[in-house]
């Protein structure tokens, strides 16, 4: 089931990087996505057990959205604040990614704690 969210990502990720490099704008992209994997969440909310096959097909959805958008924030995005003008360093962009890449994976590992701890509650 993984590898359907992945293969979501993979296109997400190709997909809206090639429209934000041909744009030029890559925050309104990234902003649009998440929005739109609110309702694809709702959608599993939604669902009875006898449509299990949807969840492959959901998965797909949400890696577009959700993961497509982790792919460019975290390669994308910190480059170019890492080769912004303002930052003369070139140890700058070293730092930015490992910034951006590091609130990433707390987040993620605060998310699983809160995730436990409401799951007692």
Do not use: H
């Not at 296109?11 to 694809?40: E, H, N, S």
Request: with cysteine.
């Amino acid at each position: 089931m993984a590898n359907f969210y992945d293969l979501g990502a993979l296109f997400g990720g190709f997909g809206i990087g090639w429209v934000t490099d041909k744009l030029g704008i890559r925050a309104p992209f990234v902003c649009t996505m998440l929005f739109l994997a609110l309702p694809t969440l709702g959608i599993i909310q939604l669902m009875t057990p006898g449509l299990w096959w949807m969840f492959f097909i959901i998965n797909i959805f949400l890696g577009f959205f959700i993961g497509g958008s982790d792919i460019l924030i975290s390669g994308v995005i910190s480059t170019d604040l890492g080769k912004n003008e303002q930052i003369k360093n070139e140890e700058a962009l070293a730092t930015v990614t490992g910034i951006i890449d590091g609130t990433g994976g707390a987040g993620a590992s605060l998310g699983q704690v809160i995730i436990g701890v409401l799951a007692l509650w």
